[in-house]
C-alpha cells in the first residue's frame, strides 16, 4: 500500500504543481493519472518517489512509514520503485544487458558497485530482457534498437530492481500508437505477474481504457475524477482536459 496525505508541491517560483491530494493505492493496483500537458503528473510522479519532496504532506509505504523521515529510509524506497520515463534515459554506447544491469546497481554499496555485479544480477537482468521479449538482443548496443524495443529496455531495466513500485512518467507518449498499446501490454503483464504497484501518467484515453484498475484524472494540480476506467464518459473528459488553468500560488 501506497499512500499519500495532503501531498501538495508549490515550487520557489510560485507555480502550485499540485495542490494537496490524498490517495491509498493498494498492492497491486495498476493506476492510471490522466490529465492535460502542465496538470501536475509529472511533479505528482517526482513527490512517489522522493525525487521532489512535497511541500506540504507525507508519502508513505506500508512497512516502512515516510518515505522522508531519513535519508536511509528514502534510499530503501527508491531501490524498490522503478521509474519509467517517456525518453527511457538509456545509455546508448552502452549494450542493452549493461543498460539493464543498471538497474541492480542500486541493491548494492558504491564499492561493490565499482566491480563486475554477481552473476546472479547479470541472471537476473537477462531474465528481465527475456519478459520484454528482448534477450536475443542482449548484446546490441542500445542505440542501435528501435524506439520500442528501447523503451523495453527501459522496463526490463526497472524490473531488474526487482520493484514493489513501478513509475511511468509517459512511457509510451514517442511511441507509434500500435508499438505503444504492445509496449505498455508488456508493462501490464509483469506488473499483474509479480504484484506490482504502478502508477502509469498516459496521454492516450483508449490505452487507460484498455489497462487501468482505477483512473485519477488531474487537473490544475487536483484529483477531479477518480474512478473505473469503464465510466470515463466524455463529461468527465471534458472535467479533466478543458479546466481552466490556475496555477500560481496567491502572492
Ligand atoms: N521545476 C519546476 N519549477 C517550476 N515550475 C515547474 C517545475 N516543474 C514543473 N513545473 C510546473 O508545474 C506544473 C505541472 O507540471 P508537470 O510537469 O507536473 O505537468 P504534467 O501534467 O506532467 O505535464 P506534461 O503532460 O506536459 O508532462 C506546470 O505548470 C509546470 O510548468
Redesign the pocket.
Known sequence: MLQLHYVA?T???G????LPISLSVPKGQFLV?L????????????CLNGLLKPTQGDVTVEGLGSIFSNARTLRKHRIRTGMIFQQHHLIGRLTALQNVMVGRLGAHSTLRSLFALPLADRLLALQSLERVGLLERALDRADELSGGQQQRIGIARAMAQKPQFVLA??PVASLDPATGERVLADLHRICREDGITAIV?L?QIDLARQFADRVIG?AN?RIVYEGSALQLSQTILDQIYLAA?S?MAAA
Open positions: 508541491m515550487f520557489p517560483n507555480v502550485r504543481a499540485v493519472l490529465g492535460p500537458s502542465g496538470a501536475g503528473k509529472s511533479t505528482l510522479l517526482r512518467d509517459e501518467s496521454h488531474l494540480g488553468p496555477r
